[in-house]
Structure formats: C-alpha cells, structure tokens
C-alpha cells in the first residue's frame, strides 16, 4: 500500500484518553460531512458521516459534531487505542455527490 | 469479498512517456473516483465517472483522462507524463450518487523521472 508523508497538524494523544480532532469546511450548502481514516500505507477508510440537519451523531467510540453556524466539523474517538493512529480526513459532498477532502490531521497514539 | 485493487502499485516512468493506472472493482458501484494525494494538499479529485461512458472532470483534470467501458474499471491515463505528476494515486468507488461512504483501493506510487 501507499501513503504519503504529509507534514500535517499532529495530535499526540496518551492511549486511554479520548481525542477531538477538528476541522473547517467552507460549503455552506453540504448535504453531508463525513470523517475518513487513512493507516499508513492504506486508502483512506469511511468512519462516520453526519448529515447537514444533525449536530451530533455517534458511532462505535466515535462522535462526530457539526456546528453549522461556525462551518466546524470535530470527531471525537473515546478511549484512545493504538489502532488509531492515523491520518484523518474531514470531507463533504459537494454537488452531485462529489467528495472534497481537507487536508487531514495526523493523531499519534502514545502506549 | 467485494474489493477495488490497483495496479501497479509502484511505477517509475520518463517524462513524456503515456503511463496508464488501472482500477478495478468488483462491488457492481455505479460511481468511481481517481484521486491524487500530495504533500500539502491533502486529496484532490483528478476525474470521476457515475456509470458506464460517464467521465467528468476533478479539480486537477489537466494532462489525466479516464474511460469507462465496463462498470468495473476506470483507467487512469498520463497522456505526457510531467515531474509534476509524480504523486499518489487513489481511486475509490460508491454505490450511488451522493454515497457518502466510497472504498478506496491502496494506491499507487508514481514517480516521474
């Protein structure tokens, strides 16, 4: 597999505690924002979307909020496992159902 | 199980040179994406199809093509490879439209010499 060594906003989080990782988006008219996982060496990978009406939305140890009236997207992983590190993508489908990527936040897991 | 693979998954070409990178998925998607992912830039949309003959142009669509004569492939074409193409390549697919879940294959690294 690929990757690719991006110089990102890094996280550094204590294995056990929760992360919040956050993210800016600029299309007002986004029907979804959705949360993408990508392991070094891997294509990304799909973890949760939120549709444009809800503001919190939650998964297995995954929370994602959406706070519209300042265009902020956040995902929030409880208890931290090492599987977690990773890069991750923020996204929203623009019109006709195209997928545009932010440019990622890389969370490290410390044991 | 369902999957979408790449080939090759590293390629070395010359400058000037036709690369093409395959795609292949046998989940039946009706929607397939090619992506570039660079330092700094997160990933960008190079070409995307909805179905069988459909092609429409990403962000970064210059000096890329793709055809789609089958639902399961989506090939990748460099018509003239440049330096400035040497890059990641993904491509991904969805079931339909608006699908916000895609699959992405693992990528190919190309390097342009």
Known sequence: GESVGLHLPTLSVQEGDNSIINCAYSNS??????????????????????????????????????????????????????????????????????????????????? | DAEITQSPRHKITETGRQVTLACHQTWNHNNMFWYRQDLGHGLRLIHYSYGVQDTNKGEVSDGYSVSRSNTEDLPLTLESAASSQTSVYFCASSASRGNTEAFFGQGTRLTVV
């Open chain 1, 29 to 111: 008219a986004s029907d979804y924002f959705i949360w993408y996982k990508q392991e070094s060496g891997k294509g990304p990978q799909f973890i949760i979307d939120i549709r444009s009406n809800m503001d919190k939305r939650q998964g297995q140890r995954v929370t994602v909020l959406l706070n519209k009236t300042v265009k902020h997207l956040s995902l929030q992983i409880a208890a931290t496992q090492p599987g977690d590190s990773a890069v991750y993508f923020c996204a929203e489908i623009l019109a006709q159902g195209r997928l545009a990527f932010g440019k990622g936040n890389q969370v490290v897991v410390i044991p």
